[in-house]
């Protein structure tokens, strides 16, 4: 079935520093895939997403490529801030019909950035 | 443009209770998905309803019920609560377009089975 794989956090990094949260994922097809931010006791906020091999999604500073041949989905950021500490989501959704519209998360990766 | 609502925002019961809770879809969303995610975890699929019917199922039990009403609404009912129950659960909305379609969430309701 469906997976998804993410990097271990916590993840605790100065602001200004370059951010990579890694992604990896297992599914029929092409999914699309997708981050989710949430922050502290809040509902998740679709961050960016991609829907096919090579696809760029990006927003607020963020960026991640779709990658088929190595089934990855690798969230950056160039340089973050402060408020960018939440925790982060991968998901996919199967392309394999209408209908099975499920998404499938990861355990999501904490991060903090420290002024 | 309202988002996606859930009430009530917390919630405390105890064991062998039944618990209802409620989600309101982002305006011109027709389709509503549940999660329920537990401290630490990601979300995990419960079920989704399109046209007022379950349409796809993840792995929970039958003590996890739903509905969907003509305005797109949708309730979620658990019976028979156990303490691993506990969680926050999600509810999104979104359009049956494609795989691509988007899913917006909600703030959810923190349940907590005593």
């Known amino acids: 079935g469906d997976s998804v794989t993410q990097m271990e956090g916590p993840v605790t990094l100065s602001e200004e520093a370059f951010l990579t949260i890694n992604c990896t994922y297992t599914?029929?097809?092409?999914?699309?895939l997708f981050w989710y931010v949430q922050y502290p006791g809040e509902g998740l906020q679709l961050l960016l997403k991609?829907?096919?091999?090579?696809d760029k999604g990006s927003n607020k500073g963020f960026e991640a490529t779709y990658r088929k041949e190595t089934t990855s989905f690798h969230l950056e950021k160039g340089s973050v801030q402060v408020s960018d500490s939440a925790v982060y989501f991968c998901a996919l959704r199967s392309a394999a019909n209408f209908g099975n519209e499920k998404l499938t998360f990861g355990t999501g990766t904490r991060l903090t950035i420290i002024p | 443009d309202a988002g996606v609502t859930q009430s009530p925002t917390h919630l405390i019961k105890t064991r062998g209770q039944q618990v209802t809770l409620r989600c309101s879809p982002k305006?011109?969303?027709?389709?509503v998905s549940w999660y329920q995610q537990a401290l630490g975890q990601g979300p995990q699929f419960i079920f989704q309803y399109y046209e007022e019917e379950e349409r796809q199922r993840g792995n929970f039990p039958d003590r996890f019920s739903g509905h969907q009403f003509p305005n797109y609404s949708s309730e979620l009912n658990v019976n028979a609560l156990l303490l691993g129950d506990s969680a926050l659960y999600l509810c999104?909305?979104?359009?049956?377009?494609?795989?691509?379609?988007?899913?917006?969430f909600g703030p959810g309701t923190r349940l907590l089975v005593l």
């Open positions: 599914a029929t097809g092409y999914p699309s």
């Open positions: 999104a909305s979104s359009r049956p377009q494609g795989p691509s379609e988007t899913q917006y």
């Open positions: 305006s011109g969303h027709d389709t």
């Open positions: 991609a829907t096919k091999a090579d």
